[in-house]
């Protein structure tokens, strides 16, 4: 009784189609079985009408009072003509009426859309129950063959009914449902704003101080190199407290799944991935870089993205193998770059505690790019970090710093 987007029946209606068909030849038979001497050309030609008028099952979709109207009639037809039908229906034996008749009210319930229809669907099926009624009349009772010639009518009406209710409740529940998820999703926002704010106040707090502490450090200290030292530390944690800001507003706001990259800062305008080689170094970190091609040239979505796979590797190599040298092995291809760190695995305590979602987060970034990232130990004791970003995809324009 449905049609899909295209109007080609459904597999339901086409099935509905075939199973009044096969009614209608069967009622033919049956017919030819209980009344012998009847005459054959009559049983065909009956079968043969009830046969095509379950064609019009296949447009009862766009056109429910048509279809309802041509089972009336064809019913009215069987019923009211001095033939052999007529003669089997005094007897209880067509049962084809009854199937089309509950199919086309029930489809007729469901799918008429103005007064209009109801009005000439409702005349033709009250057509059918009065000559239904009236066949059966003689030695009967009135109300009683009313009812029975009714019969279909209400049971194909309650069906229709039944299964529209029951798509109402349907609905109804995944409305319900829904409102949940919405529910859910401000209850995570506004758990999420307050989590921003909370990480806002301590680390800025804590970092803060650390940038004060370097700053009277570099006037107090007479020594160069404790200058230099200090500076570097301002200079780190001034550009952590503005990252972290930046964070903070993506996060205090549950509408933006994919916020509008913050303004440029003076310090990163460069877009060489090896950019956070310098800083590393300067703070005594031992580096040691090997490049094919060149590097500069990436797209900004690829460069950015490798500029955080290299800053990760050296943070990582920082926090568990602190003094130990971190081998960088860059190498663009025409289809995009290949990245490797490695640096020694220690034995000794790390330096700073880690959870792993840094790294867990590179693979994230990357494979978002369509490309491959791996962190693994290796057979020799070494710790190795790789990455392979092609140049070209399709979210490259949504891929923020």
């Not at 068909?21 to 079968?47: E, K, R, T, Y």
């Not at 007529?86 to 007064?115: C, M, Y």
């Not at 005594?284 to 040239?297: A, F, H, I, L, S």
């Amino acid at each position: 009784m449905l049609e899909d987007a295209r109007g080609r029946p459904t597999r339901g209606t086409v099935w509905s189609t075939i199973a009044l068909a096969v009614f209608a030849l069967a009622n033919g038979a049956f017919c030819q079985l209980v009344l012998p001497g009847s005459d054959p050309g009559a049983v065909v030609v009956g079968s043969g009408l009830m046969a095509l008028a379950s064609l019009a099952a296949l447009a009862g979709e766009r056109r429910p009072t048509t279809v309802t109207v041509v089972f009336a009639a064809v019913s009215v037809l069987l019923y009211t003509t001095d033939t052999v039908w007529a003669t089997l229906a005094t007897e209880g034996g067509l049962f084809w009426p009854l199937f089309a008749a509950a199919w086309s009210t029930g489809n007729l319930v469901a799918r008429a859309r103005s007064e209009h229809q109801y009005f000439v669907g409702g005349a033709a099926l009250l057509a059918y129950v009065v000559a239904a009624t009236a066949v059966h009349l003689p030695g009967g009772s009135p109300v009683l063959e009313a009812l029975n010639a009714s019969a279909p009518v209400l049971g194909g009406s309650s069906l229709s009914l039944y299964l529209r209710l029951t798509e109402a409740r349907r609905q109804r529940i995944a409305h319900e449902a829904r409102e949940r998820e919405l529910l859910a999703e401000r209850a995570r926002a506004d758990e999420r704003a307050r989590l921003a704010r909370e990480m806002h106040d301590v680390v800025s707090h804590q970092v803060s101080l650390i940038v004060l502490q370097a700053g009277a450090l570099a006037v107090s200290s007479e020594d160069p190199r404790v200058r230099a030292a200090a500076d570097g530390i301002r200079a780190a944690g001034s550009r952590a407290v503005e990252e972290l800001r930046g964070v903070i507003g993506v996060l205090q706001d549950p509408a933006s799944n994919r916020p509008e990259p913050p303004a440029p800062r003076a310090d990163s305008g460069t877009t060489d991935p090896l950019d956070p080689v310098g800083p590393a170094r300067a703070a005594g970190q031992e580096v040691e870089v090997r490049t094919e091609g060149e590097p500069r040239d990436l797209p900004p979505h690829v460069a950015r993205a490798l500029r955080r796979v290299v800053q990760e590797s050296l943070t990582n190599a920082r926090k568990h193998a602190f003094g130990t040298t971190v081998r960088l092995a860059l190498r663009r291809t025409p289809d995009g770059v290949v990245f490797e760190a490695t640096n020694p695995i220690t034995s000794g305590e790390p330096l700073l505690p880690g959870s792993g979602v840094g790294l867990e987060g590179l693979r994230t970034r990357v494979e978002m790019l369509g490309g491959g990232f791996d962190a693994t130990s290796t057979e020799d004791g070494t710790f190795r970090v790789s990455a392979v970003i092609p140049v070209e995809n399709p979210v490259a324009h949504e891929e923020n710093p």
